[in-house]
């Protein structure tokens, strides 16, 4: 049988593994990690040291080489250290076979995402996504992983599903995924009920990489209390709030964030929460300028979108965080009109590349918010010129 461990969260000291192949330079494979490092401080734990290895491709027996390994072993061997994470999906095998070196519970990126999942589900569909994503995960790994999943004491990794007798096999695992399946499939359909009762209303959603600040302006914009905090998915709910500017009404949506090597069976199991991005009619494309490689999570953000047949909607970009890029930017002795000149230079090179459909914000500061009203407000307004042309009631 398979069920659920109630168990005690404690800090956790972990170190982290990435392996630098041919598909991916060093400095790539260092912006992973560092990401990997916030989502395991998410999760409550604190990176004492990574490490990395050049490979021509990843070990299939230890993912890593023998020689890196024992290193690993060395170093965690002398110190606290309770958790390997790596930045890539491991094997059941792997996963055992690392964990027969090190002595200690070893998880993969994907794993580390679910856990932080399952502790930020909140409604009874998140919770059955991530059920299903989990199960999902383990099914493959069966065959390697039984001394992982029997883990004592808890922790990160640890959280949903748990194994509590050895004879539990595929067949019982893929009952399961049926079972919440068919589970999922009701709560979709009472889902889709509530968002055709929401009648005629232009419906606009945000969208954007996870921890830019979608949360906040959903709150600015709704004057609402949706949950925030400056940590990766601390939204994973849809939340839909009515809007009126100026005797305009919309329906505005907070999605879940999107995030470079995504499970792909966490985003299969999350396209039901997604379908309110699918049937919007305008999104928010919410990026944090201020991130060193936000063009790279814009282009992230296109993929999911992309795979999720949404990318073609009519698109507003709202580069957020506005006052911490000029804080990493300028210096304080950089002259005023030199800095007026690169804030357009850039200004002028988004609206080239999206057709005029951008705006520059500090949520936090809530400047420019007027600006982002009314680019919202004339979209939306538009979308209701031309659904119904013999309407006045929604706009004015």
Do not use: C
């Amino acid at each position: 049988m398979i069920e659920k461990k109630q168990v005690v969260q404690k800090e956790e000291k972990a170190v982290i593994v990435g392996v630098i192949t041919k598909d991916q330079t060093e400095r790539q494979v260092q912006e992973f990690l560092d990401e990997l490092v916030f989502l395991a401080e998410t999760a409550g734990a604190t990176t004492l040291k990574r490490f990395t290895q050049k490979l021509s491709h990843p070990d299939r027996a230890t993912f890593v080489g023998k020689g890196k390994l024992e290193e690993i072993h060395q170093y965690i061997a002398s110190r606290d250290v309770s958790l390997v994470i790596f930045d890539d999906e491991l094997t059941g095998s792997q996963i055992a076979n690392i964990e027969k070196v090190l002595k200690v519970k070893t998880i993969d990126r994907s794993d580390l995402i679910l856990d932080i999942f399952a502790r930020r589900a909140r409604t009874a569909q998140a919770k059955v996504q991530v059920e299903l994503a989990q199960y999902q995960y383990i099914l493959p790994r069966l065959r390697g992983m039984w001394s992982h999943l029997e883990r004592q004491g808890g922790g990160i990794g640890s959280r949903g599903p748990g194994e509590t007798e050895i004879e539990t096999d595929r067949r019982i695992v893929k009952d399961k995924i049926a079972l919440l399946r068919k589970r999922l499939t009701e709560i979709d359909k009472q889902s889709l009920t509530q968002r055709k009762e929401r009648g005629e209303f232009i419906r606009v959603a945000l969208v954007g990489y996870t921890n830019v600040g979608k949360s906040t302006i959903m709150n600015m914009l709704s004057k609402s209390e949706v949950f925030a905090e400056n940590k990766l998915f601390a939204t994973l709910d849809t939340t839909t709030r009515k809007v009126v500017f100026e005797q305009t009404p919309f329906l505005l949506s907070d999605t879940v964030g999107f995030i470079r090597k995504l499970p792909h069976h966490l985003v299969e199991s999350f396209k039901s929460t997604l379908d309110e991005v699918r049937e919007s009619d305008i999104l928010l494309h919410v990026v944090d300028i201020s991130h060193p490689q936000y063009e790279e999570q814009i282009e992230v953000v296109n993929r999911t979108l992309q795979e999720l047949k949404a990318f073609d909607k009519p698109t507003i970009m709202v580069f957020n965080k506005m006052d911490l890029y000029e804080a990493n930017t300028f210096d304080k002795w950089l002259e005023e009109d030199i800095k007026k000149d690169i804030l357009q230079s850039l200004k002028q090179n988004w609206d080239t590349k999206t057709h005029g459909n951008t705006v520059f914000i500090a949520a936090l500061e809530r400047r420019n918010v007027e600006e982002l009203r009314k680019t919202i407000m004339d979209k939306v307004a538009q979308l209701y010129r031309e659904r119904y042309p013999y309407k006045t009631e929604f706009f004015y």
